[in-house]
């Protein structure tokens, strides 16, 4: 995954190099520790698994699932 973040750099005569350093890391390390957290999408059930199940529950595949089930599958 390539690095999307800008790369920091501070222009200011005012500020010596440690300052200028100083603030850059502060501010790194700020993006890093509220950056996005990546979730890895859960494994979608099989479509047989949800066949066997409709069918021993006597379900029929149009009806609502009780399994919470928010989009109909196939």
Known sequence: MPNRR???EIVAPSASPEEAAAVVAAVERFL????????AEPPRPSPWQRAALLEGTGR???APSPWGDPVRWG
Request: aromatic letters at 0%; zero cysteines; proline letters at 21%.
């Open 60 to 62: 029929e595949p149009d």
């Open 32 to 39: 890093r520790d509220h950056a996005p957290v990546i979730v």
């Open 6 to 8: 800008p790369k920091l």
